[in-house]
């Protein structure tokens, strides 16, 4: 998972801005196991140098050691004038030797816990940066869709309000025998129908209400006029003319 920028992350969901922000607030968890406290770091750079001055100290024993030469035993050799080192120089050479690779063995643990605990640092700085941008996001979401649900509540409320003023509305409606829709006889009372909507901001008023047939009430259901007449390829001027007759706003 890329961090750093934020790009991308207004295409995002909710969903998986939330899983972004969990995996950050893991993988932080994760680097806090490699950072380490100012004076534990302190004392490792005190180690690093002193491991550093002591390898040192052995490297120029080791070369005190190889420029104490003598003479080989042997006529060739001291015909030659070959030397070689003494066999305590050896020894001391391979002790010291095996000294320095045991110390720089430490100093590369030392140097491996400062890489990782100063790597760790940066990347926690860089996540921590980009999981505020994701935590913004998330808290743009969150309002917005506690606005849209509070819109929603309110429309469900003015909704019912409208459907419940509506069914008082009816019983003022004209009484007409044929659905303006169809022109068919109206039968068992008809259903008082919203020529606008009531889910598009339609109100329940006698001007927007009228009695129809229920299979007519039943196929336009919440459609707009124009989108009923359409869908079931119906006469306009003669629906328009009926509505209009009848005292209708449409």
Same mark, same amino acid.
């Given at each position: 998972?890329?961090?750093?920028?934020?790009?991308?992350?207004?295409?995002?969901?909710? @969903?998986?801005?939330?899983?972004?922000?969990?995996?950050?607030?893991?993988?932080?968890?994760?680097?806090?196991?490699?950072?380490?406290?100012?004076?534990?770091?302190?004392?490792?750079?005190?180690?690093?140098?002193?491991?550093?001055?002591?390898?040192?100290?052995?490297?120029?024993?080791?070369?005190?050691?190889?420029?104490?030469?003598?003479?080989?035993?042997? %006529?060739?050799?001291?015909?030659?004038?070959?030397?070689?080192?003494?066999?305590?120089?050896?020894?001391?050479?391979?002790?010291?030797?095996?000294?320095?690779? @045991?110390?720089?063995?430490?100093?590369?643990?030392?140097?491996?816990?400062?890489?990782?605990?100063?790597?760790?640092?940066?990347?926690?700085?860089?996540?921590?940066?980009?999981?505020?941008?994701?935590?913004?996001?998330?808290?743009?979401?969150?309002?917005?869709?506690?606005?849209?649900?509070?819109?929603?509540?309110?429309?469900?409320?003015?909704?019912?309000?409208?459907?419940?003023?509506?069914?008082?509305?009816?019983?003022?409606?004209?009484?007409?025998?044929?659905?303006?829709?169809?022109?068919?006889?109206?039968?068992?009372?008809?259903?008082? @129908?919203?020529?606008?909507?009531?889910?598009?901001?339609?109100?329940?008023?006698?001007?927007?209400?009228?009695?129809?047939?229920?299979?007519?009430?039943?196929?336009?259901?919440?459609?707009?006029?124009?989108?009923?007449?359409?869908?079931?390829?119906?006469?306009?001027? @003669?629906?328009?003319?009926?509505?209009? %007759?009848?005292?209708?706003?449409?």
């Amino acid at each position: 998972m890329s961090y750093g920028r934020g790009n991308g992350l207004s295409k995002l969901s909710l @969903d998986n801005l939330r899983s972004k922000e969990e995996w950050a607030l893991g993988k932080i968890k994760k680097l806090s196991l490699d950072i380490k406290s100012d004076d534990y770091i302190s004392s490792l750079g005190r180690s690093r140098e002193e491991l550093e001055k002591l390898i040192d100290q052995k490297n120029q024993e080791i070369s005190r050691h190889r420029a104490n030469l003598v003479p080989k035993s042997g %006529f060739i050799s001291s015909l030659f004038g070959i030397k070689e080192l003494p066999e305590s120089s050896v020894k001391r050479i391979s002790i010291l030797s095996s000294e320095i690779a @045991d110390l720089k063995s430490e100093l590369d643990k030392i140097q491996s816990i400062h890489r990782r605990h100063d790597s760790a640092k940066k990347s926690t700085v860089e996540i921590n940066q980009w999981l505020l941008k994701v935590r913004d996001r998330i808290r743009v979401l969150e309002d917005k869709k506690v606005k849209d649900q509070s819109l929603k509540n309110k429309a469900a409320e003015n909704t019912l309000k409208k459907r419940k003023l509506g069914s008082a509305v009816k019983k003022f409606l004209l009484n007409n025998e044929f659905c303006p829709y169809c022109e068919r006889v109206i039968k068992d009372g008809g259903h008082a @129908d919203h020529i606008y909507p009531l889910s598009k901001g339609g109100e329940s008023t006698e001007r927007n209400m009228v009695l129809v047939c229920v299979d007519c009430n039943s196929k336009k259901s919440d459609l707009t006029l124009r989108s009923f007449i359409a869908k079931y390829n119906l006469n306009r001027d @003669d629906i328009e003319a009926r509505l209009d %007759f009848l005292g209708k706003d449409f």
